[in-house]
């Protein structure tokens, strides 16, 4: 018999009653009681909060957009490029920043050597010694900025000489020179004299670095350090000052003539003027030079944009493209030209021998040599054709001498390749061999294509003869074949370089043409 079951016990109950479960109700009770709270708390508190949220976010925003309006200003007034301006264009800007203060070195050096013969001139001797002495002194301060211009704390150290530049110029201006050189006259005679135009020279010298900073940093010191010195001089004991002459009471206009011609007169209305017309100067030529600088990085920006654009089309066509854009440049006109086609000859044979990395390597050491000779010899590249390329000579120069560039360019390129060879024998490679046909005649040249994507080249029977003398090398077993009217445009100099000449009826065509070998 099975045993008996035992009675289950009562399982909890799931939703206990005030009656059933007095304690569980009171607590359940109160849990709902604190959430309905803790909501209406939140609800309460969260207009508030989103406020707050809201004035944190647009104070960050209004932060974020000072700080890039500070950053800019910053960089305004260093000269800087922005940070994402990196790379070449950056070191060309340096390039021309340090041309910029040579050239302020060499205009410094100028003007000391104009003021120097003025001043022998001007000044007897021996007092004419001491400024001789000063402008010495004044050479060698722009002498150590110039040669530390390469030094990571090259504008800090132009900048502070730049001070001990304007230091010295006032000094000189407002001391008298020691006794015994110079005349026995007040020193406040020593501004009344328009020596403070030298002062606005260093100015000019501020402007050619293509620095704003530089402007206003050199103007500011100039009106501090000047200021200074002449409100050292109008507070010295002997000064005569107006001030103290009206003090008593009104002036006649005799009295006042008799205090202007004191000799130890000094009066602040020449300083307000010189320091208001310093500080417009400094403004202008600040903003002239921000525009100067402007057109500096235009032109760096076009010149590294036409670099770069030269990497995918010839250099030469790179240069008429950046010159003549605005021009029409590529519309079709018809031109005597002289077209090149050079191929490596078994190069299918041979990448399936190298391996691509091995063959790319090669192709690779190919088209460098021969972009080489075809620029060296002013030579259009206009493609390159698998293990080919095709070069065009007379296109856009117009010199006339397409024919003879096209075949020295042919003369040349096969050199190139026998010196190539000779150095991939001697590592136990094995050498390749270029074959290269040429031929001249009218062509037009243009731009052609879609919208989208256009190219610059050459269309006409020429291209197709020249391609076809290219591959004709194989049957007539020479490494060049020129046509006889190129070699005759090319001149008698050329002429000698080929061995053979003879009548060949090229594929596709009925006639046949003179054709010239060259081994």
């Known amino acids: 018999m099975s045993e008996p079951i035992a009675a289950a016990e009562p ?15 009171s607590k359940s009770s109160s849990k709902a009681s604190s959430k309905a709270s803790s909501k209406a708390s939140s609800k309460a508190s969260s207009k508030p909060r989103a406020a707050r949220l809201a004035r944190a976010g647009l104070a960050r925003v209004l932060a974020f957009r000072t700080s890039l309006r500070v950053a800019r200003l910053r960089h305004w007034l260093a000269g800087r490029l922005p940070p994402r301006a990196r790379g070449r264009l950056a070191e060309n800007v340096r390039h021309a920043e340090l041309a910029g203060l040579a050239f302020a070195f060499r205009a410094r050096a100028v003007a000391i050597a104009v003021v120097a013969l003025w001043l022998l001139v001007l000044v007897p001797w021996p007092r ?5 002495a000063a402008a010495g002194l004044f050479f060698v301060l722009g002498t150590i900025p110039y040669a530390l211009r390469r030094h990571p704390r090259a504008w800090a150290i132009k900048l502070a000489f730049t001070v001990l530049d304007v230091a010295l110029m006032s000094a000189v201006i407002i001391v008298p020179p020691p006794a015994g050189l110079g005349v026995d006259w007040p020193i406040q005679t020593r501004l009344r004299t328009p020596e403070f135009l030298y002062v606005l020279l260093l100015l000019g010298e501020a402007a050619l670095t293509y620095r704003p900073l530089a402007v206003l940093w050199t103007g500011t010191w100039i009106a501090a350090i000047w200021s200074l010195g002449v409100w050292l001089v ?7 000052r107006f001030a103290d002459a ?16 004191d000799p130890a007169y000094v009066g602040l209305t020449p300083l307000w003027t010189q320091g208001i017309v310093t500080g417009l100067f400094t403004l202008l030529l600040a903003i002239a030079v921000w525009r100067g600088r402007g057109t500096m990085l235009a032109q760096v920006r076009a010149e590294v944009v036409r670099a770069d654009l030269a990497r995918y089309v010839s ?3 790179a240069d008429a493209l950046a010159a003549r854009a605005h021009a029409g440049f590529g519309a079709p006109q018809t031109r005597v030209v002289a077209v090149l086609f050079a191929d490596v000859i078994g190069f299918t044979g041979m990448s399936e021998e190298l391996g691509p990395e091995r063959a790319f390597a090669l192709l690779g050491g190919f088209r460098e040599r021969s972009c080489k000779v075809v620029f060296r010899h002013a030579g259009t590249l206009d493609k390159f054709l698998g293990d080919g390329f095709m070069a065009t000579f007379g296109g856009l120069d117009g010199r006339g001498d397409g024919a003879a560039r096209a075949v020295a360019c042919a003369l040349d390129l096969q050199r190139e390749i026998d010196a190539w060879n000779a150095k991939r024998i001697a590592r136990g490679a ?3 061999r270029v074959a290269v046909g040429v031929h001249c005649g009218p062509v037009v040249i243009g731009t052609i294509g879609a919208d989208q994507r256009v190219e610059f080249t050459v269309i006409g029977d020429v291209v197709n003869v020249a391609s076809r003398l290219q591959s004709a090398t194989r049957e007539v077993g020479g490494r060049i074949l020129v046509s006889e009217g190129c070699l ?12 053979r000449s003879l009548p060949l009826t090229l594929r596709g065509r009925t006639q046949p043409i003179v054709v010239h070998v060259a081994e």
């Open 246 to 261: 009206v003090r008593d009471g009104g002036l006649r206009s005799e009295e006042s003539l008799k205090v202007f011609l």
């Open 488 to 499: 005759a445009a090319a001149g008698p100099a050329a002429a000698g370089r080929f061995t």
């Open 430 to 432: 094995e050498p390749i």
């Open 128 to 132: 004419g010694l001491y400024y001789l």
């Open 234 to 240: 109008y507070a010295r004991e002997d000064t005569v």
């Open 11 to 25: 399982s909890p109950d799931p939703f206990p009653t005030p009656q059933a479960a007095p304690e569980a109700w």
């Open 315 to 317: 250099p030469d066509v």
